[in-house]
């Protein structure tokens, strides 16, 4: 049996599939490519992150494809059901990143907050000639504890973000369609637990109560935020996604932090990557990353870890 991580996969995934005899292959295969090299090279497991897209033209042409799987949560960039169609399984890794996403939405939020992402700028520039100056600009930072947070989209990913601001002192309101309450567990380094229930609420009600906001929703055919949404949330709210790009309508997000409804916002993700718009790039208001919520080493080992058991199951 073949396996073609074609955007990469941790040490740790490919030893636990090479040591249940699968042949495990690293190579990065240019899109157009892909299927004559999946074919030729008798590829059985395709496995991606969010760079490959396997769409109906790769599932239709590549007869010996029994597993496409995703490294990381969302399959936006895979035709998930057309495949399933086929008899092709396909798997992904829904738990494993989810506390690395939300330790960089809270990397951004405490940035932010606290004027990180200027300073850090400015502080090599003027930090020799301007530093009482530049002492005064960023004095004026915000403390999250006793803060409120809404999460928008309460899966795994919003809820370990939920964590990290419970232990952070702050207050969580949530909106989620889908779910009604549910019991978050934090547990500690000497083995003690606490459990908080959180009850969502209407998306109306997070906007207007929240002073930060954080989205983990997968991509929609809509903005889940847009002007209307700008409007509704409170003076000075300081917003973050790393959800997916095209969640949020850029053009609005850039008028309402011109307003001053918006004080600043962080974003991981972006509706024109790899190429962010230069408005954004630019803006000194926002906190900005190239996709990587899920990029720390510890989530990349699980990630590999977690597919490879699911491929090993399915397939041996």
Do not use: W
């Not at 997916?244 to 916002?265: D, F, Q, Y």
């Amino acid at each position: 049996m073949k396996v073609l991580a074609n955007d990469g996969v941790s040490q740790s995934g490919i030893d636990a599939l090479e040591n249940a005899g699968f042949e495990v292959n690293t190579t990065t295969v240019a899109q157009e490519q892909l299927a004559n090299y999946l074919n030729d090279n008798q590829i059985d497991v395709l496995l991606v992150r969010s760079a490959t897209k396997v769409r109906k033209d790769i599932i239709d042409n590549c007869p010996n494809l029994k597993i496409i799987g995703r490294g990381g949560v969302g399959m936006d960039n895979i035709d998930v059901d057309y495949a399933r169609s086929k008899g092709i399984h396909v798997i992904n890794t829904p738990a494993a990143s989810s506390h690395s996403v939300a330790e960089l939405v809270f990397a951004h939020l405490l940035g932010l907050s606290r004027f990180l992402h200027q300073s850090n700028r400015d502080m090599p520039l003027e930090g020799d000639s301007n530093f009482k100056g530049l002492k005064k600009n960023y004095s004026k930072g915000t403390e999250l504890k006793g803060k409120t947070i809404g999460v928008i989209g309460f899966g795994r990913i919003g809820q370990a973000t939920a964590k990290v601001a419970l232990g952070l002192g702050m207050k969580v309101l949530a909106f989620d369609p889908f779910i009604e309450k549910t019991d978050l567990e934090l547990e500690f380094f000497d083995g003690q637990k606490l459990s908080f229930e959180i009850k969502t609420i209407s998306k109306e009600d997070v906007l207007k109560q929240s002073d930060f906001i954080t989205l983990h929703v997968p991509a929609q055919k809509d903005y889940v935020i847009d002007k209307a949404e700008f409007d509704t949330m409170k003076d000075g709210v300081i917003l973050a996604n790393a959800a997916r790009g095209g969640v949020i309508n850029e053009v609005a997000l850039v008028e309402a932090i011109t307003s001053g409804k918006v004080a600043s916002a962080a974003l991981d993700v972006f509706e024109k990557e790899p190429k962010p718009e230069i408005q954004l790039l630019m803006n000194p208001s926002l906190s900005l990353t190239p996709h990587t919520g899920a990029a720390t080493n510890e989530a990349q080992d699980r990630i590999g870890t977690e597919l490879a058991t699911q491929i090993i199951e399915l397939l041996k």
